[in-house]
């Protein structure tokens, strides 16, 4: 089955075929960096790292482009409101969206080019489409004309009435038309400015990034992406700007991930239920975070809740404990051959099946909650081979690990989890469990001697109750013949 993608622009999923065979050019929309980024950005970021890194799997050559909006009005307010540069304020929070892409094990793009950095080019593709006469300028500010490019709102479908009320409209009278959108803005007293043809200013948003992709993709890109929000009118105007200017399509494929909303609400700073990616790593594991949005497909709005997450935890919790099981089975392996069942058959056929499977899930429109299935199945499968499995396998017990491990790092390549060993995921999850917490190991660790000491003086009262305050804590006790060991519950939320 080759690889199908869902085409905004025709509202079909369509065969992929690069423009140029072999190598794809993807460009997606990248954040404005004014603030700290929430768990809305990580969505749209993790989707798009999946679908970077299953074009790779499957043999491409990618060059992927993600911009940074470094110039804006947000940058220039904030910087008022706390005195300081509004360079500074965007030098910060590209920073800070780098710390948590690297958290969430998001891969860095090929490129990754800064608005400021790209004016002089900007600029040029203005003058052009002033040349072309679909831009005009009225006193230092230009705008394109939208009544020049008969396509206006083919990617959105919206009429005009619908794009009056969603566009962001520039108030200024002198415009031939109201849906008419800026593409440089004279500068206002005390903010930063460039030498340009029709005075000093700086660009508008639209057509960043219609100049960054095409210098680094070329006229016509493979993929465009970003978030369903930004279908109009960012994206509407990016195509008007850039075919006006070339004649050719500006996109082979439009992308556009689903919105996240927090308990049925949409996420809002005016409502106070923003969840930072900073605040959202401080109480769950980055792939618990990528878990829980690769079980919904990328394109479907998707509610983040307390049930949803726990669902994630306790999934990946079931996959390291499995790949931890076999690791235990691989150290014990011997000449012995346990006998073979109707049960084993169905794990030899899974494992055989399962990279076809899991590839056909993923080619059709990169469905991870498909992918996601075939995965828990075969999990399903090994664990009760291993339940079953009690005595030293040989050959055969060897092969089924070793496939199962093959099946797991095809996972871990293309949906960026099971990326770690079960031991490095839990010290890390520990770790982050127990510093929200406030807590140490050490403290957990001299609790539980206290308890074992109240055990072995048949103090069973002060030992139950010792262990009721660690279960309190998300800590679980396990009573072994070699000591007591603790572990974080599933779900467990400090």
């Not at 199908?4 to 954040?31: A, D, Q, S």
């Not at 939208?146 to 619908?162: N, T, W």
């Not at 800026?182 to 500068?187: F, G, M, N, T, V």
């Not at 308990?263 to 401080?282: C, D, F, H, P």
Request: hydrophobic share 35%; glycine share 6%.
């Amino acid at each position: 089955m080759s690889l199908k993608i869902y085409n905004t622009l025709t509202r079909t999923k369509e065969p992929f075929e690069p423009r140029e065979p072999g190598h794809v050019r993807m460009y997606v929309c990248g954040v404005t960096v004014y603030d700290q980024c929430h768990l809305g950005h990580a969505r749209s970021a993790i989707a798009f790292d999946v679908i970077y890194r299953y074009l790779i799997f499957k043999g491409y050559k990618v060059t992927y482009v993600r911009n940074f909006t470094d110039i804006d009005d947000k940058i220039l307010d904030r910087a008022r409101r706390e005195g300081v540069a509004w360079d500074e304020i965007a030098r910060t929070y590209i920073e800070a969206f780098k710390r948590d892409m690297e958290a969430l094990d998001v891969l860095r793009p090929t490129v990754e080019p800064l608005a400021t950095e790209h004016i002089p080019e900007m600029i040029q593709m203005i003058k052009r489409l002033e040349d072309a006469g679909v831009a005009y300028c009225v006193d230092g500010n230009v705008y394109f004309s939208v009544s020049s490019f008969p396509g206006y709102g083919k990617l959105s479908g919206r009429d005009r009435e619908q794009m009056m009320a969603g566009a962001r409209v520039e108030p200024d009278e002198r415009k031939r038309d109201p849906l008419d959108f800026a593409l440089w803005k004279r500068s206002q007293p005390n903010e930063p400015a460039w030498d340009s043809p029709w005075g000093p200013g700086r660009p508008g948003w639209h057509i960043e990034c219609s100049c960054m992709s095409q210098k680094y993709l070329g006229e016509t890109l493979d993929i465009h992406g970003g978030g369903l929000d930004l279908i109009f009118p960012h994206h509407e105007n990016e195509i008007a700007q850039s075919e006006a200017l070339t004649g050719k399509p500006f996109a082979r494929y439009w992308i556009h991930n689903g919105p996240l909303t927090r308990e049925g609400v949409k996420m809002s700073k005016s409502l106070g239920n923003i969840l930072t990616i900073r605040e959202a790593l401080e109480r769950y594991h980055p792939e618990e975070i990528r878990l829980f949005f690769l079980l919904a497909h990328y394109r479907k709005p998707l509610d983040f809740t307390e049930a949803g997450i726990r669902e994630a935890q306790a999934a990946l919790e079931r996959l390291y404990s499995t790949w931890e099981r076999m690791d235990s089975k691989a150290s014990d392996i011997s000449q012995g051959e346990p006998p073979q069942s109707i049960e084993t058959r169905d794990l030899e056929e899974a494992l055989k099946t399962f990279p076809s499977k899991f590839e056909e899930a993923m080619d059709d429109d990169f469905n991870t909650p498909r992918a996601m299935a075939q995965v828990f199945e075969l999990t399903r499968l090994l664990n009760q081979w291993l339940a079953r499995s009690k005595e030293p396998g040989g050959p055969f017990a060897a092969k089924v690990i070793e496939e199962a491990r093959n099946c797991y790092g095809l996972v871990s390549r293309t949906l960026g989890i099971l990326q770690r060993t079960p031991k490095e995921f839990r010290q890390e999850k520990e770790e982050r469990f127990l510093s929200h917490l406030g807590m140490t190991r050490e403290q957990i660790e001299a609790l539980v001697q206290l308890r074992s000491e109240a055990r072995k003086r048949k103090d069973f009262q002060q030992a139950d109750k010792i262990r009721q305050e660690l279960s309190a804590l998300g800590i679980q006790l396990f009573d072994t013949p070699e000591g007591t060991h603790w572990k974080i519950m599933p779900g467990a939320k400090a």
